[in-house]
């Protein structure tokens, strides 16, 4: 890595041309917010399956529910930093709102027909 | 004639057209998952039992590592790319493409592990269960004759099958079976029951975009860097597209961990 702090192959600084919002990319700092965004994964991921292995008095129903609460904050942190929703354009936004609003349709079609399902489905 | 857009932000959107492409892609792909996990939920409350611990969660944890490590690995090649650096770009693009393989790696092997995997109900009503040893030489189900051997375990009550972590210490033992006294012998594949055909149907079309996207990254490690040296700021631009399709790959794969390893 610390060859990355010196210079490009042309000896130009390590920062280069502008992001798609003008700010110029600097690959030091890159490299510390991946590290930090690994270091949320990890913990995230540990979190999760320490929640799984809670004691049976915890019902399952509870203990998924908080794994997923980690899981979507874990999401977050990759969606937000890595593919840099966290500041993106209008454009991007407007789409993924369309996407939300059908997504969550999806699911409540779904949770709205819980118990109009035929059961004993296992074999 | 030249493609309009391919660098330059498109005025009225603000981004260039391959960005805004990929993105309704990826909303596409959200649609297509998003099925595919409403079905989950479906089966799994319509089901009279749900089977615990019959993945293997190092395996599970593992490939999480992998791929956080290989979303990591992209998104420093683009940032290589940014800074005019193609030498950190190759590395880190390789980096990606043998992380991408490792993923698969381990989903191979989890995959066999289910295939080699059986329950076998037993005419006495008992059921045995484990990885497969070894088929006798004349073991035949059909005309039953011969054995098969499992590493495993014989229980009375199949229930005991489904809720892997609540039991403690399960001795398991080399355990030979005549064929003759063989009612049903099936292997853990998808049609064994509706966990593992949910299980290989997610994991299954997540590991062809894997797959998609390693022959991508493939192609823009090797052929498809030549673009570099006439254009850099476009292939920029392809290696940023191709990031984005990997991270939402990442993204599935946060959600497919804890539903069907850990719950």
Not at chain 1, 52 to 71: C, D, M, N, Q, R
Not at chain 2, 15 to 32: D, H, P, Q, R, T
Not at chain 2, 52 to 79: E, M
Request: with cysteine; aromatic share 14%.
């Amino acid at each position: 890595m610390s060859e990355l702090k010196a210079t490009t192959q042309t000896g130009a600084p390590m920062t280069g041309g502008p992001d798609s919002h003008g700010h110029p990319v600097d690959l030091n700092n890159y490299i510390r917010t991946c590290a930090y965004v690994f270091a949320s994964v990890l913990c995230a991921t540990a979190l999760m399956i320490w929640i799984s292995f809670l004691p049976e008095h915890y019902t399952w129903a509870l203990k998924v529910g908080l794994i997923l609460v980690v899981a979507c904050g874990n999401a977050f942190v990759v969606a937000g930093f890595l593919m840099h929703l966290i500041s993106e354009k209008k454009m991007i936004y407007t789409l993924l709102a369309f996407t939300v609003f059908f997504f969550a349709g999806l699911m409540g079609l779904t949770l709205y027909a819980l118990q109009d399902f035929p059961t004993g489905t296992t074999h | 004639m030249e493609i309009p857009y391919t660098v330059q932000p498109r005025p009225d959107t603000g981004i260039y057209n391959a960005k805004v492409g990929i993105w309704l892609f990826l909303a596409s792909e959200v649609m297509l998952f998003g099925g595919l996990f409403s079905g989950y939920v479906l089966l799994r409350v319509g089901a009279d039992q749900w089977p615990h611990g019959w993945l293997d969660v190092r395996f599970g944890t593992l490939n999480t590592i992998i791929l956080a490590l290989s979303a990591i690995t992209t998104l420093l090649a683009w940032a290589a790319c940014k800074v005019g650096h193609f030498g950190k770009f190759k590395f880190f693009h390789a980096c990606t493409l043998l992380l991408a393989l490792s993923f698969l790696s381990v989903k191979m092997y989890e995959y066999h592990d289910k295939w080699i995997h059986y329950e076998i109900k037993l005419a006495d009503g008992t059921f045995a269960d484990g990885h497969l040893v070894e088929k006798s030489a004349d073991f035949d189900l059909a005309q039953k004759t011969g054995t098969v051997t499992l590493h495993g375990r014989i229980v009375k009550d199949e229930t005991l099958l489904y809720d892997l972590r609540s039991q403690k210490n399960i001795e398991l033992k080399e355990v030979t079976v005549n064929a003759s006294d063989i009612v049903k012998m099936e292997n853990y594949g998808p049609w064994h029951n509706t966990f593992l055909a949910i299980y290989f149907t997610l994991t299954g079309l997540h590991a062809l975009h894997i797959l998609g996207g390693s022959i991508v990254i493939g192609y823009l490690w090797g052929p498809g860097s030549k673009m570099w040296k006439k254009d850099p700021e476009r292939f920029t631009n392809r290696i940023e597209v191709s990031g984005l399709f990997w991270h939402f790959v990442d993204l599935v794969w946060i959600f497919l961990f804890p539903v069907l390893y850990l719950t």
